[in-house]
């Protein structure tokens, strides 16, 4: 859909001619079969098994070419969490595995461990057997270290690069192409270009997710749009890529790398390439789960689909273009396992969606952060040169909001 001009009011609703369904967000299953409707019921189970809450929890991890789930378990199951497995076996397959460590005993571990320079990345590992461990250096110099030597528990290590943040300096002679992903106008939707000042310049990043801050006195409701922390600071005011206002940056947080933009939002994302002008509503958000696909959606790259996660509550070093690199949590990590993009570059801020639910609406699932493993962006697929990345690391969304106490702007609250 294409939108131009200044709007002087928050539009209330979209027009339904001008939201596309688009191409369905998951192919066929590398087995075969609907992997999509098989992970939609797995996270909504997953998501039912985790809010019956209990200490022993340890993690969950999905096999939607199974249609399986596996929740491991340290010690004794409540009866509240029975109840809920018990009720979504109703749906699919749930195997109950016993777990050495909680998840909670794992990330006490590894908040120490972050700490300790050289670690580039730490997280309790799904089955909660132990915990993995990036190290800037090799395995070997990483096992002499006295805190991962003595850590109590085991601890998987592998080298792994400092986590690279994915925002992307704008060239002052380029000029952008204007289309709707690369320029776009009030209301703002996610997975666009915006710029902010950054070291005599200007650096580019992705809109994020539309969202609200309910419950204020006096008047209408604020809307933002969430984006990555590293992409600005507080009072920072960003534009779009040809100068246009958008708004300005409020409660800047980059110990887990997110931020809002204070703007008039659309509840939509865009989809497809980093050319596109083709737009989907917002349906509402869904949880992270390891083994769960999901999708990114950034405005130099355009949209990565078949993106497995790898890892969940990940304590991440994360290296912005400038300055010391910091830590940031809790954090999600995925990946493409076909050798194909994840992000890139320029993508920061933008969303990152579940491959479930509604194939004509998205699912938020998390905020582009950063990139790693290096690999050849493929030539036409980039707004503009930038370095590609085939592993992602987001800020989870369901926490983001919780943070904030904000609420997404999606088709329920623009239509109830």
């Known amino acids: 859909m294409a939108r131009a001009g200044w709007c002087v009011a928050v539009v209330a609703t979209l027009l339904a001619s001008g939201i596309a369904g688009g191409p369905a967000a998951v192919a066929a299953a590398p087995g075969g079969g609907d992997v999509l409707a098989d992970q939609t019921r797995l996270v909504a189970a997953a998501d039912l098994i985790e809010g019956a809450g209990g200490d022993g929890y340890a993690g969950i991890s999905l096999a939607p070419e199974k249609g399986e789930l596996a929740l491991y378990w340290h010690g ?14 109703r749906e699919v397959v749930v195997r109950v595995l016993p777990a050495a460590h909680s ?12 700490r300790e320079p050289g670690v580039t990345g730490v997280g309790p590992k799904v089955d909660g057997s132990g915990l993995w461990l990036g190290y800037a250096g090799s395995v070997a110099s990483a096992e002499s270290v006295p805190a991962i030597r003595d850590a109590g ?11 690279r943040s994915a925002e992307l300096a704008v060239p002052s002679q380029c000029a952008l192409m204007p289309v709707d992903r690369q320029v776009d106008w009030c209301p703002f939707s996610g997975g666009a270009t915006f710029t902010f ?27 933002y749009l969430l984006t990555a922390g590293h992409c600005g600071s507080d009072g920072l005011a960003v534009t779009n890529s040809v100068g246009a206002p958008m708004g300005t940056v409020e409660k800047d947080t980059d110990s887990r790398d997110i931020m809002l933009v204070k703007a008039p939002a659309a509840a939509s994302i865009f989809v497809g390439a980093w050319s596109s002008n083709t737009l989907k509503p917002v349906g509402g958000t869904a949880g ?3 083994g769960e696909y999901v999708c990114t959606s950034g405005a130099v790259s355009g949209s990565h689909c078949n993106l497995r996660i790898e890892a969940t509550n990940a304590l991440i070093t994360l290296t912005p273009p400038t300055g010391a690199p910091y830590p940031v949590a809790p954090m999600v990590i ?13 993508d920061s801020g933008g969303p990152v969606t579940t491959n479930a639910f509604q194939p004509s609406s998205v699912y938020g699932v998390g905020t582009i952060s950063g990139g790693d493993i290096d690999i050849r962006c493929p030539q036409g697929t980039v707004a503009q040169t930038t370095p590609c990345y085939q592993r992602v690391t987001y800020s989870p969304l369901q926490e983001s909001l919780a943070y904030y106490r904000t609420t997404l702007f999606d088709l329920h609250l623009m239509t109830g």
């Not at 004794?76 to 076996?89: C, D, F, I, M």
């Not at 998840?103 to 972050?114: D, F, I, P, S, T």
């Open 76 to 89: 004794t199951l409540p009866a509240e969490v029975q109840r809920a497995v018990e009720q979504v076996r």
């Open 103 to 114: 998840e909670r005993e794992l990330l006490a571990v590894a908040q120490r461990l972050a």
């Open 153 to 163: 528990v085991d601890v998987d290590l592998e080298r792994r690069e400092y986590m």
């Open 197 to 223: 000042p950054s070291g005599g310049g200007r650096s580019r990043c992705t809109t994020g997710w539309p969202v609200e801050a309910s419950g204020v006195p006096g008047g209408s409701d604020p809307q």
């Open 288 to 290: 992270n789960h390891v």
């Open 334 to 346: 995925a990946a493409s396992h076909d050798g194909s993009v994840a992000v890139a570059g320029g």
